[in-house]
């Protein structure tokens, strides 16, 4: 299979996601779940995921599609458009699979896939997490990763603007 075609294939629907999800839990394997915009993709973004990873056997990532993202932050974002968003998050070796969503929040998500893990950036405190209560009402693990100091995308977009 060629890289790109492997690529392509950790971006899934929600349906063909419950059947890996099926599979992963059935061999006892550790689900991580996370989620974000990832409007622009940097070394912070990296070095979280790397480290959300490392927590379990299969990283899922929930990703805020165009529209959710243009609720959420105004209607100049997102930069980069979602099939490319996804793409570059896929492209990363610890990703197992990415699934959009257009909500405002990934609760619903997080919800049908009743993740073992689910970690966010360490700027959340884990009441703040969107989810946290099913995940630790089914047995699970919410946990925060340290953030990458100076690397945002916000700071990349004012950069960009002001030279």
């Not at 630790?136 to 693990?141: E, H, I, M, R």
């Amino acid at each position: 299979m060629s890289h790109l075609k492997e690529i392509n294939n950790k971006i899934l629907c929600l349906e063909k996601l419950k059947s890996r999800l099926e599979s992963w839990k059935a061999n006892g394997e550790k689900v991580i779940f996370t989620n974000g915009c990832f409007d622009i993709l940097h070394k912070g973004h990296v070095e979280v995921l790397a480290k959300t990873a490392d927590l379990g056997n299969r990283l899922i990532i929930g990703l805020n599609s165009d529209i959710s993202i243009k609720n959420l932050k105004g209607g100049n974002r997102p930069i980069v458009e979602e099939d490319s968003r996804a793409l570059l998050l896929a492209a990363l070796s610890f990703v197992d699979v990415i699934v959009l969503f257009s909500q405002e929040t990934p609760y619903d998500l997080i919800a049908e896939i009743n993740p073992d893990i689910l970690a966010k950036g360490g700027d959340y405190q884990i009441t703040e997490i969107v989810g946290h209560d099913i995940v630790q009402k089914n047995g699970g693990q919410v946990v925060t990763i340290a953030l990458t100091e100076g690397y945002s995308t916000t700071n990349i977009i004012d950069k960009i603007k002001n030279g």
